[in-house]
C-alpha cells in the first residue's frame, strides 16, 4: 500500500495522492479522552461531554453586547416597505446536475447522513423533483428547518488543555441537500454583487481569482515601496475575535436590505433566523441549541461576512487590506509621528465602525510594527482605549513580515515547521539505515552465493559430460567443500 501511495505521489498534485495527503496520513500518537470541566462539576461520559460542549458553544454563537445605543437607521431601514422584485431565477435539473459533478464525494455528510456520493447516484427523476423543491424556495422565500441544523464536532487545538471546553474547535457539518441549494443561491448572488460593487477591491476572502498569496504580495509590495522611498510605514494588524460566530443578524439583514434585491432579503432572512445545532461525539449527540452568526460550515456563510463587512471605512492617506476576519491598515511617511497620525485617523474610525455593528477586535491580540530601514520606532497607537501592544514581527495569512522586510524570520520559521514535520517519520533514521543497509547486504551475498553455486554446478555437469563419466561425484557429495 506505501509502494502504491509512493509511485502515484507528486509534490504538487491536487488528487488523492499528493505529498500534503500523504504526510497527513502518517500515524498519528494517540491522545485520550479527558473529562470536560463544565462549570463546577465535570462531564465525564460522551453525552454529558457533548452537552458541556454544546452549553459552551451556545455562548458563542451569539452577537456581543452593545457598547453604544442602537443606530435608530438600523430599525428604519428594517421597517421600510418592500418593494416589487422578481423571485430568484429558477433552476434546472442541468443546472442541478452540474453542480453535483463538481461536488467531492468523500465531504461527510450532516445530521441526515447524505453524502455527495448518494447525489450523484440519483436518476433524473429525483433530480426533477429537487429542482421543484429548490424553485419552491425561491417562489415562497422560505428554507426548510431541517437544512438549517448543523452538526458539530470538536477538534481539539494543539498546546492548548484539553479539559476545557474552550480547547476545542468546532467543525460544523451542514446537509448535503442544504450546500446543493446554497450553491445555487451563490450562482445568482456573485453577479449581483460583482456589478453593484458590493465587495470592496481590498477584500481578498473567499472571491474568485484572489488568494493569500496575492494579498501578502499586495502588502509586501506596499512596505517595499515605503522602504525605498526612505519612508516609514506605520503598520497596524488587527485580530477580530470570534469574526464569523458573533455576526449581528439584524446588522446583516439591513445591509442585505440595503443593497440587494428585496427577494434576497427575503430569503436571507428566512435562511437565518431558527438555526439550530447538535454537538456529536461518537455515538452521543446533544440537545438542540440556537446558534447566531453566519452558518459555519455552509457554502453561502463566507459571502454573507463579506457583505456585512463591505461598509469598512477607509482613510484616503491609508492602505487597507483584508482577507475575511483579518486586517491590516499600512500608512507611510518619511516623518514618523506623522505616519502613526495617519495610521490613529484610521484606527479611530474603523473603532467606531467595529462598535456600530458589534464587532470586537482584540486589542492585546493585535499588532502594531513599523517597517523602516532606520532604527527610529513610529509612535504607538490606539484602538479605542486600547494600546496596541508593538512588535518586530507579525504574522499575516501564514507569512511572517520583520522590520526591514528580510524575510529571515518567516525563513527560519519555515524551517523549523519543517524539520519538526519530518522528524517523526525520520526519528529512528540511524536504524533504518542500519536495516536497510543489513537486509540490501544478506540478500546480495545470499543471491552472490547462490549464484557461484549454480556457477560451479553447470560447471561440474558439463565437465563430466564431455569426460562420460556420469559417476564422477557419488550420491550426496557437495561441491563446496
Known sequence: MIKKRLEKMSPNGHGAYNLWKATKSLPQPQQCSPPIRSGSTWARTDQEKSEAFAIHLSSVFKPNDADTPEDPEIEAILKQDLQMCLPLRHTTPKELTKIISKMNPNKSPGFDLITPRLLKELPRKCLVFLTILFNATFRTSHVPTLWKTSQIVMIHKPGKPPNEASSYRPISLTPVLSKLWER??????????????????HQYGFRKHHSTIEQVHRVYSTIRQCLEQKEYCSAAFLDVQQAFDRVW???????IKKILPHSYYLL???????????VKLRDARSSLHLSSGVPQGSVLGPVLYNIFTSDLPQSPKVAVATFADDAAFLACSRDPKQASTLLQSQLNITHDWLTKWRIKASAPKSHHITFALRLETCPSVNLGRDKLPQSTCVKYLGFYLDRRMTWKDHIKISAMKLIFVSKPPLAPRKTVRTI???????????YTEDLIVSTLVCTQLRNTRLSGNPNSFGRGETVLN
Open 184 to 201: 445555487i443561491v451563490l450562482e445568482r448572488l456573485s453577479p449581483c454583487l460583482e456589478i453593484n460593487y458590493v465587495i470592496p477591491d
Open 268 to 278: 436571507m432572512s428566512s435562511y437565518l433566523c431558527d438555526r439550530t445545532f447538535q
Open 436 to 446: 536497510s543497509f543489513q537486509q540490501t547486504t544478506e540478500s546480495s551475498e545470499q
Open 249 to 255: 443578524h439584524k446588522g446583516l439583514l439591513c445591509k
